[in-house]
């Protein structure tokens, strides 16, 4: 656990509630914690930083969610980089293309942060 505490993560949402709620959660854990609320400047964000986890909203208002997550996996950094992805949108057709895109997990909205703690292992 103390390991994960030092993991950096970025939250591409534009739902400002579901990114402050990312914020002081996992902040409080001890991880570095940056926002995006586009998917342009969620990439920016993530060729800037290179971050340990991405929590990706498949709703952008800018561009689809699949595709930030294609995005970020077709960058080099991306491999290692772990996308969750949190959405409202939960069909198996969109589970099955982001895990085929190479996302760790699907939460589906609402969720608990300990549904996401689960994921990273905090």
Not at 51 to 66: F, Q, T
Not at 74 to 94: E, F, M, P, Q
């Amino acid at each position: 656990m103390a390991e994960e505490l030092n993991k950096s993560i970025l939250v591409i949402d534009d739902a400002d509630a579901i990114r402050t709620f990312l914020r002081i959660s996992l902040g409080d854990l001890g991880m570095k914690v940056t926002e995006a609320k586009t998917a342009r400047d969620g990439l920016q964000a993530f060729r800037d930083q290179s971050p340990d986890y991405v929590a990706l909203d498949l709703g952008l208002p800018d561009d689809d969610g699949i595709e930030v997550l294609r995005q970020i996996k077709a960058d080099g950094a991306g491999k290692r980089t772990h996308v969750i992805v949190l959405s409202a949108r939960y069909g198996n057709k969109i589970k099955d293309e982001a895990r085929a895109l190479g996302a760790l997990a699907f939460i589906p909205k609402p969720f608990v942060i300990d549904d996401l703690l689960e994921v990273i292992g905090c």
